[in-house]
């Protein structure tokens, strides 16, 4: 990732297999467009670099798994058939994939560990309906409820300003949740030039980025890492001035619990297939002994 604009050669490829490709989106292209003026798409350079991987059937080329803001960077999954398609979509609608992304948000947040629980729904104001808002404001219509894990990683500054360099876990999948949840607690993203309503328009990007994907597909999981494009040597206006701690030990942990709700839904599968399993005897004997009362029946009366 770098600070230069995109363009249909620069696709950089995470992983790949018969299945699937995982690209690190760029900052400045969005995934797909029915416009005609949109000359450059995710879509697009999936076409220029991969011509022959391409499904004719599909509208885009190409099966998208997941969304990826136009201004968001990061992981970004793509089925190269139906069937994976669908394998990956299962998981996202079970919510069992594991997403983290990168951000730098607007001065030091104080709280290092916490849960943002606000409600989100669609923005009705007029010249606000590509918006999303919190529960409570105006014009905020079908709110539904959201939450997003906040870990504080760095305290530093950005282009002279204070500034917070977090690791967000989305637990639910509402549109732009992550932007609105950083606005709702006063520390919008950096470069976030909707949620700020215009003001915030000096960077040369948003600062967001899908760190981290893991989709546990079976036989086996999918797992990458989008490298961090928030560092000096991609972007000198951010100093780090104050660790809290490491990304590596972060993301390592957020994977543990992941591991430990692996496991915790694997003894609730077992112990549900065991009551059904319990139940089906007594179902039996139930059935047999109505059987003998049914023949007792119908031996006095055909004694009768």
């Not at 230069?4 to 797909?32: C, F, G, M, N, T």
């Not at 089925?79 to 398609?85: E, M, P, R, T, V």
């Not at 709702?184 to 003001?199: C, K, M, N, Q, R």
Request: negative net charge; hydrophobic residues 35%; contains cysteine.
């Amino acid at each position: 990732m770098s600070s230069d604009p995109a363009s249909i050669e620069s696709l950089h490829v995470l992983y790949q297999s018969d299945d699937y490709i995982i690209v690190d989106k760029h900052w400045d292209i969005r995934i797909d467009s029915k416009m005609w003026y949109e000359k450059q798409t995710v879509q697009m350079q999936l076409q220029h670099h991969f011509p022959l991987l391409a499904d004719p059937s599909t509208y885009y080329g190409f099966r998208f798994c997941h969304q990826l803001d136009f201004s968001t960077s990061g992981a970004l999954c793509v089925a190269l058939n139906k069937a994976a398609a669908g394998r990956a979509y299962r998981c996202f609608k079970d919510r069992t994939v594991t997403k983290a992304y990168l951000a730098l948000l607007r001065g030091w947040v104080k709280n290092e560990k916490q849960t943002l629980d606000f409600a989100i729904g669609k923005n009705a104001m007029e010249g606000k309906t590509h918006m999303m808002c919190t529960e409570g404001t105006e014009g905020c219509e079908n709110p539904k409820p959201c939450q997003t894990e906040l870990i504080v990683l760095e305290y530093g500054v950005y282009d002279g300003d204070p500034i917070t360099k977090v690791l967000l876990q989305p637990l639910t999948g509402r549109t732009h949740q992550l932007r609105v949840h950083c606005s709702a607690i006063g520390h919008p993203i950096v470069g976030d030039f909707t949620y700020s309503l215009g003001a915030d328009d000096s960077p040369y990007r948003m600062m967001l980025h899908a760190y981290l994907l893991h989709i546990p597909l079976e036989p086996q999981h999918l797992l990458v890492t989008a490298g961090d494009p928030f560092v000096p040597a991609v972007d000198p206006k951010w100093v780090a001035q104050r660790s809290l701690r490491t990304l590596d030990a972060t993301i390592e942990s957020i994977l543990e619990q992941r591991k430990t709700k692996e496991k915790e839904r694997e003894v609730a599968k077992r112990e549900e297939e065991r009551r059904k399993k319990s139940k089906q005897p007594r179902i039996e004997e139930q059935s047999e002994e109505q059987r003998r009362a049914c023949q007792e029946w119908l031996s006095e009366w055909a004694g009768d």
